[in-house]
């Protein structure tokens, strides 16, 4: 029997159309559904929503579609910017709608890879980002993947009609895609034995069988490349 198809959802980039943020996450999106995944992005306007306030449980359309995304999200792609040493406010207020999320069967992001992806046009602000957004993962109780892209935006690594001019850029963010959905082709495959067969629950992937083999996927990639 086959496995579902899985939904990868990208979020990020910038207010401004046509940002390296954006293109970037476009790009590892694309990967993504090369790879026989539907797919969903959410970037400048769609994630330009109102403060959170957890005090107000009124959501309009924009929230609402942001949350039930990530609700059926089996993966995750964010992409940031890296502005003043951190991740841009526009994505961190999308990620606090997550808290929409607490009271799922999946609390918050939890048993979905996250794969990361950073645009900065220096390389000090590319390493705090990430590691900001690693953190965020964490936190959502997600799987940051094994592998991040990290893009330099003084290099121009799009051209004016958005096509990636990079091969080191365009490697990155295929890996960083193919450890997403494998991730949660892995994980849909597990789900879907266990419901069919019970009894079965002990042949679960564990969580560090599943973290081995994402590991052992990036160093496949590395040997590739």
Known sequence: M??????????????????TSERALRLA???????????EILAGEAINLPPYDPANRQRGRGEKTLVEA???????????????????????????YTEDLRGDPRAYLSDRAVGIV??????????????????????????????????????????????????????????VAAQVVEFAQMRIAADESEAASPDRGAERPSSAELTEHMAAMEMTFRLMG
């Open 70 to 96: 990530l609700r059926r999200a089996d993966g995750v792609i964010l992409s940031s910017p890296g502005y003043h040493g951190t991740i841009s406010g526009v994505l961190k207020n999308a990620l606090d």
């Open 118 to 175: 950073v645009c900065a046009d220096g390389i000090q602000a590319m390493g705090s980002t990430l590691g900001t957004l690693r953190s965020i993962a964490h936190a959502l109780r997600a799987w940051p993947t094994p592998f991040a892209a990290v893009v330099n935006s003084g290099a121009t690594p799009f051209s004016a009609d958005g096509r990636c001019a990079s091969t080191e850029v365009e490697q990155s963010l295929r890996l």
């Open 2 to 19: 086959r496995n579902r198809q899985p939904l990868i959802v990208g979020v990020g980039g910038t207010l401004r159309d046509g940002s």
């Open 29 to 39: 999106v694309g990967f993504a559904a090369e790879m026989g995944c539907a797919t």
